[in-house]
Every structure is written in C-alpha cells, then in structure tokens.
C-alpha cells in the first residue's frame, strides 16, 4: 500500500512549461542561487525548504532538491517545473534516476538484527523489506517472493496502518519463533500468538525510526543490496530481474 505523496503547491507542469522554461533562459545565463531563493520564496510561501540548488541535465535548468523530491527553474526562478526530465536517445528518466540515488540505502549499514528474516535456498542474495502485518499489498509481496530463488528475506515491521498493527507487530515480534508467526500470519493468515508475559518489543520501534530516517511512507519498500529501493508489491519476474542484474554488475 503506497501512501500519498506530499502535497506541493500547483506549479506549471508537462512539456509546454518546459519549453517556456527553456525560452526564457539565456543560453550563457548562471544562476544566482539566492535570487532562485528569493524569488521563489516570495511567490510560493508555503514551498518546502530548498536543501540544493545544482545544475539540471538540459541547459538552462536548474534543479532544485527539496528533502528527496525534485523539482526544475530557470536561472532566476521565473519557472518552476515540476515531472521528469526522459532522455530520448536512450528512452532514460534521469528525474527518477536522480531521486533513486537521493533515496538509496547502505545496505550494510541495514540494523539485521531487528529484522524478521527467512530464506529460500542457499540465501545467496537478499533483500530487505518494509512491512505492515496488515497491509494487504505486503501480505502479496511476501507469497510472491515464495518464487524467488536463493534469496534472504529480512523484514522489518513497521505498524503504519493503524487498527491493531501494533498489536500484531508485537505480537509476531515476541513469538517463540517470530519468522514463523510472521509467514503464517502473512501468507496463510494464521493470527500470530498472544503473547505472554514480558518481552523486550523495541525494535518495533527502531524499526520505525529506521523506516522515518529513509522517509519510508508506504508499506511494502523493498531495499536491494545496491541500495536501491522499489515501492509496492513489485511481481517476482521484476525482483529476479533486478537481482540477476545485480549479480552481473
């Protein structure tokens, strides 16, 4: 489940607000960072913070960083543009290759230990997964990665969707065998244990701060060992595709 992306203000969009972008731009023109600030801060006061003003792909534009959302002007911040700059010769969206190197994450640097983990096969290669018990799109995921091959599994929960997540969080969390209670509760709806006693749940909550520090908003995120993320229930074609391309690189 994919939640919203933040709402910016309705700035001029598509290819006609690029071309007059470009009209406007003279051709040897250098952007002066604090007048894109300035000028923009006048006219929309309720624009995210900028973190970075940088030279865009095509001539003329500059790109505009607001946390990992990405954004284009002119030289003097007379245009803003908003959608993806493609690359025709090669058919790439540099805009979302950009955003893709803005959200990745070190995978090494990933808490294991907080993790719900299983494996099919020899677990040569792995993924990590965020996910909410119920979330229905994350209960698909996780019966499609029955299909992959020789994969390693780790879960962090995240209870996001309100209701009873967090029960089931901890509850799945504090099992005798919590890989267990999570494949069943998940693939074949066994309703995890009730927990007795105590039971040290705060990597429920680490893995909550985990999930604000790499702005994950949506369940399922799925992290590939390069970093790169994947929102939603991609099918399992798509992640043997991506891991067999990351075994050739």
């Known amino acids: 489940m994919k939640l919203p992306r933040p709402a910016f203000p309705a700035f001029a969009t598509g290819l006609g607000a690029l071309a007059l972008a470009l009209l406007a731009a003279a051709p040897a023109a250098r952007a002066d960072e ?10 929309f006061q309720n624009l995210p913070k900028i973190d970075e003003v940088r030279p865009a792909p095509v001539a003329g534009l500059w790109e505009l960083r607001l946390g990992t959302e990405v954004m284009y002007t002119d030289a003097k911040g007379a245009y803003l543009i908003q959608g993806s700059i493609i690359n025709t010769a090669t058919r790439k969206d540099l805009t979302q290759e950009r955003i893709d190197k803005l959200t990745a994450i070190d995978f090494a640097s990933l808490p294991l230990k907080d993790a719900i983990v299983w494996k099919n096969g020899n ?22 990665l029955i299909n992959v091959k020789d994969v390693t599994v780790y879960n962090f929960v995240i209870p996001i969707l309100g209701g009873d997540s967090a029960d089931k969080a901890r509850s799945i969390w504090c099992a005798k065998d919590s890989t267990a209670a999570w494949r069943g509760w998940m693939v074949d709806g066994v309703a995890p244990p009730r927990v007795m006693g105590q039971c040290d749940a705060s990597a429920i909550e680490r893995n909550a701060a985990l999930a604000r520090k790499h702005k994950v908003n949506g369940t399922p995120a799925i992290v590939f060992e390069d970093g790169t993320r994947a929102p939603g229930a991609i099918p399992a074609a798509e992640i043997e595709k991506r891991l067999a391309a990351l075994a050739r690189s």
């Open 34 to 43: 604090n007048v894109i600030r300035k000028t923009l801060a006048e006219r």
């Open 123 to 144: 677990g040569k290669r792995r993924i990590a997964v965020f996910g909410d018990p119920n979330c229905g799109y994350c209960k698909r995921l996780e019966k499609d």
